[in-house]
């Protein structure tokens, strides 16, 4: 069970969603998740992260981008988890730091920020991943009762993931 009350969403999902008809498209889009995500399920980290055709991901979006910079494409993760969120839309939920040690080879940029526990989140059209809003807190902060929440929000990245991934 997640360690604080939740807010109520609904405020914070009408400004996500009037966000999208802002200039500045898709960051007035990614920021405005993630300043609803903070408020509603709450991150140490907010990070973004697009999947183009072809196996390469880039990281679009990160509220701490001194640590985890925007840009660049690589190859990614073939890990186990990260094929069932990329080919069947799971979720991935990570409560503790040793699931998180166990689970992502670079954690030491999120433990030195505090961070325990993490969601990855799909963002999917027409049975196929776009990309994920990955979230990190201090552990013990998701639980499952999260993931319908964020998932939601994340989806409101649709738009913005289709028109990056047109424009190449």
């Not at 140490?44 to 183009?52: F, P």
């Not at 910079?69 to 990570?94: F, N, T, Y």
Request: neutral net charge.
């Amino acid at each position: 069970m997640s360690m604080a009350p939740r807010p109520d969403p609904l405020p914070h999902l009408a400004r996500l969603a009037l966000a999208q008809a802002e200039e500045g498209q898709p960051h007035s889009s990614f920021a405005a998740l993630d300043a609803a995500l903070a408020a509603v399920v709450g991150h140490r980290l907010c990070t973004i992260q697009i999947h183009y055709p072809g196996g390469e991901a880039e990281r679009v979006h990160s509220n701490v981008p001194q640590h985890y910079a925007v840009g660049g494409r690589k190859r990614a993760s073939d890990a186990p988890r990260m094929r069932e969120l990329m080919q069947h839309g799971r979720p991935i939920l990570i409560r503790t730091e040793a699931e998180l040690r166990a689970s992502y080879p670079d954690h030491a940029g999120a433990s030195a920020l505090g961070c325990g526990s993490a969601m990855n989140t799909p963002v999917r059209w027409q049975g196929r991943t776009l990309g994920q809003v990955n979230l990190m807190h201090q552990e013990g902060w998701y639980g499952e009762e999260d993931l319908p929440l964020v998932r939601c929000f994340a989806q409101y990245l649709v738009p913005a993931f289709l028109a990056l991934a047109e424009a190449g």
